[in-house]
């Protein structure tokens, strides 16, 4: 019992009772809302920014940013079909868009750990970079080259009801997990969060793990844009814009700290559900797109204040007690 | 839940200086975050000048005349010396009177016998003289209690004589000082009267007179300190192990030479600004030398990162414990098994837990690291305890050459102790140490031979019996050693 209390006050906890009132109301609103089509549909619509969610949550509990990950998904998406377009094979184009994504990581690692520049300054200037080369390569034209397997590939379930997107997010959710819980690296990854000078001191090679983490959200960032093509069937210079601020802040919703150290991709996960479920309700009740987005943001701001409010009334309790 | 104080009473005069001693975890803190209005007291009271008082926050001690300044002072790095002291004034209308506050910061500090530049940014002050703006800042409200919680912890001898004569000025200006300080030679200088707080307790007040040294230990331990500072055991020791030579890094030290062997304790002694800490970094790879040359075990080495460092088994046990030292929010355990975290890892890298554990377990019998569980934050122990656990996260890398950097900063009498004698066994089990150390009493008891820097120089070293108080001093304030 004492453990269930305890458990609610957590954020964790809470994310958990959001989550269940909004599953609640919007299966009392809407009677297709629980329907397995409408489930699947509304994480298909999303897939793409709730795969680089997880590498999100490795980099900000490293206590750095990426702000070019969208940028990159674009990158990506344009050099697939501006590749295909000009007549390479699809193997060769694939896998050079997910060679671009690790490179662009790699670079944006480079000035972060051996220029030792702020990595929110690097990722935004790599934000407008990646996605001017994605404008260069198509214009203002949308490319739609792409052999229909491909297409389907992007659109049509593959296991029972399953598209492949899907079946790739379970995958690295699984190895998120693992990683980030039970291996050397998902130590590493926290320890540095909590006091990069620390854990220099400790003999751990910093800039290998931040190196590696970057690269990762370029390569997944890369992989997001693929199947993001694949979905739409045509790639445009404006795909992904803005997304990163929904990954963030599905992160900083799920309880990671942006000062890095804390968190975990169970609140991540929660918070994924939240906010899809709570975009999805409310276009199920007609609401529109960007008062939606202005609920989110104000579910945000309470994500950094409900602690706090915690802290307060914990600290009042207590001087009321004596 | 443990009680931090228990009935403490404390008296202070106007013009009376009064330490306030006690091991880490006797309730220093807690009565001074009270006595500022941080924290409030559950039962007792205050009284000010003869009147009641409750305060309910530090503002309102403010009010009364009451600051406290601390090892660490609180500037605004960005502002000025005068805007620092006058920082907290309100009631001087909407403009800023810059003239007046620059004349009257000015006035301030040279009547406190500080030479600072007024208008010059608090960032590039030294140390102690932030703290003295941190007076001047109290004195500017007009104190009435000044309480100095540690301030000579990071001051050199120079320094910590130049907080003395103002603290004495405070004194002879009526203003009732509490002085806290763990080093015990300070307290017998500098105190009218002394109180002793043991375990949230009140021990005993008394005079200074009235105390000896061992008398004043033995209250605060409340126990026995046979061993204390107790001299090295003289042995034979091993084979070379490290041997340095010439080793140089531009601009910050120089010409470093020295052997160091198996079972040996090499101390390194010097004043604040010798640079003995860079030597130290640069044998373990966090700032390589660019010049000269290292061996281990006879062979060549070149150390450019702290993992290189690692791997030929050289360990260094940082001075400054919670910025370099420890994962504050994480475990014991976590903690412990930190730098030799690839030995636990299994199959795909996963950590295995179990082991890790058993490790953990074994150090905390080994060290006596009293704590509830291993799964306790490390941010959560006392400061001596803390030491521990930094001591089992490098034994547990099993290091050839272990280099301590104030081994015993900011831990109590008995702590002090344990590790003293926990150097000992190492040093008798054949490892060999380098122990960089301020504690003059320290270094002499726990050296087989002593290293003496000077602003980046080897000014010498002193074997066995040369090695005294004063031959080190001389050397460490820059004169030439006679006899190489």
């Known amino acids: 019992m004492m453990n269930v209390w305890k458990y609610l006050r957590s954020w964790e ?310 | 839940m443990t009680q931090a104080l228990k009935e403490v009473s404390l008296e202070l005069f106007p013009g009376e200086i009064h330490a306030l001693v006690g091991e880490n975890g006797a309730g220093k803190s807690t009565l001074i975050k009270i006595l500022t209005g941080i924290q409030q007291p559950d039962d007792g009271e205050m009284i000010f000048s003869g009147n009641g008082v409750q305060l309910s926050s530090s503002q309102e001690a403010q009010a009364l005349g009451i600051a406290a300044i601390y090892q660490e002072p609180m500037v605004f790095p960005d502002l000025d010396v005068a805007e620092n002291i006058f920082i907290s004034h309100r009631t001087r209308g909407i403009w800023v009177q810059w003239k007046k506050m620059y004349e009257d910061a000015h006035k301030i500090l040279s009547d406190l016998g500080m030479i600072l530049d007024v208008r010059a940014p608090a960032s590039g002050l030294t140390l102690a003289s932030q703290q003295a703006v941190e007076i001047a800042k109290a004195i500017s409200l007009n104190v009435k209690v000044l309480i100095m919680d540690e301030p000579t912890a990071s001051l050199s001898n120079h320094e910590v004589e130049q907080l003395f004569k103002v603290a004495r000025k405070l004194k002879q200006e009526n203003v009732a000082v509490l002085f806290i300080s763990h080093r015990l030679d300070e307290v017998f200088e500098i105190a009218d009267r002394i109180t002793v707080l043991r375990d949230g307790e009140h021990i005993s007040t008394r005079s200074v007179e009235e105390f000896s040294r061992e008398q004043l230990i033995r209250e605060m331990v409340g126990r026995e300190v046979d061993q204390f500072y107790a001299t090295r055991q003289k042995k034979n020791y091993g084979k070379r192990v490290l041997s340095v030579k010439n080793l140089s890094k531009e601009a910050v030290f120089s010409g470093i030479e020295f052997d160091l062997h198996e079972g040996e304790v090499l101390g390194f002694a010097g004043l604040v600004g010798s640079r003995r800490t860079d030597v130290g970094l640069a044998l373990f790879g966090i700032q390589p030398n660019d010049s000269g040359v290292i061996e281990l075990d006879g062979q060549n080495v070149s150390i450019r990162s702290p993992q290189a460092a690692q791997n030929l088994g050289i360990a260094y046990m940082t001075e400054d414990r919670r910025k370099l030292g420890l994962a504050m929010p994480l475990s014991i355990t976590s903690n412990i098994t930190l730098p030799a975290l690839k030995r636990y890892l299994g199959r795909l890298g996963l950590i295995q837990t179990e082991s890790e554990k058993s490790t953990a377990e074994e150090f905390k019998n080994r060290l006596q690291i009293k704590t509830p569980n291993l799964s306790h934050e490390v941010g959560k122990l006392s400061g001596g305890n803390q030491q521990k656990v930094m001591f089992s996260k490098w034994l547990n890398t099993q290091p050839k050459v272990f280099i301590l950097d104030e081994p015993t900063r900011g831990i109590d009498v008995g702590a002090k102790a344990e590790v003293h004698n926990m150097i000992r066994e190492l040093a008798d089990q054949g490892m060999a140490i380098l122990c960089i150390s301020s504690d003059l009493p320290e270094v002499l008891a726990m050296s087989d031979r002593v290293l003496v820097m000077r602003e980046g120089r080897q000014m010498g070293i002193l074997d066995g019996p040369q090695a005294t108080q004063e031959s080190i001093m001389s050397l460490a304030m820059g004169e030439l050693q006679e006899t190489a």
């Open chain 1, 13 to 322: 906890g809470f994310l958990c009772l959001v989550l269940i009132l909004t599953i609640s109301v919007n299966a009392v609103n809407s009677d297709a809302f629980l329907s397995i089509d409408n489930q699947i549909n509304l994480f298909t619509l999303s897939i793409e920014k709730v795969i680089i969610a997880l590498i999100m949550a490795f980099i900000i509990i490293n206590a750095e940013i990426d702000l070019s990950v969208a940028s990159m998904m674009g990158l990506a998406a344009c050099a697939l079909g501006w590749l295909v377009d000009a007549g390479a094979s699809m193997p060769t184009a694939l896998a050079t868009c997910l060679l671009i994504g690790m490179l662009g990581g790699l670079f944006n690692g480079f000035w972060v750990t051996f220029m030792n520049l702020p990595s929110l300054v690097v990722t935004l200037a790599m934000l407008i970079g990646f996605r001017g080369l994605a404008r260069v390569l198509v214009e203002d034209r949308s490319i739609r080259v792409f052999p229909s397997w491909f297409e389907e590939l992007g659109q049509q379930p593959i296991l029972g009801p399953l598209p492949l997107a899907v079946i790739i997010f379970f995958l690295l959710l699984i190895l998120a997990v693992v990683v980030l819980r039970f291996t050397g690296f998902g130590r590493y990854v926290y320890v540095i969060g909590i006091n990069k000078e620390m854990a220099r001191y400790s003999g751990i090679n910093v800039n290998a793990v931040k190196l590696i983490l970057f690269t990762l959200a370029g390569l997944i960032s890369a992989l997001a844009g693929i199947l993001f093509a694949a979905r739409l069937g045509s790639v445009r210079g404006d795909m992904g814009l803005g997304f990163e601020l929904d990954i963030i802040t599905m992160v900083l919703l799920g309880g990671v700290s942006i000062f890095g150290g804390s968190g975990s991709i169970y609140g991540v996960i929660l918070s994924i559900l939240i906010v899809l479920y709570l975009r999805n309700g409310m276009s199920l009740s007609n609401i529109t797109g960007h008062l939606q987005t202005g609920v989110i943001g104000l579910l945000l701001i309470s994500s950094a204040m409900v602690p706090n409010l915690k802290t307060y009334w914990e600290s009042l309790q207590a001087s009321r007690s004596k």
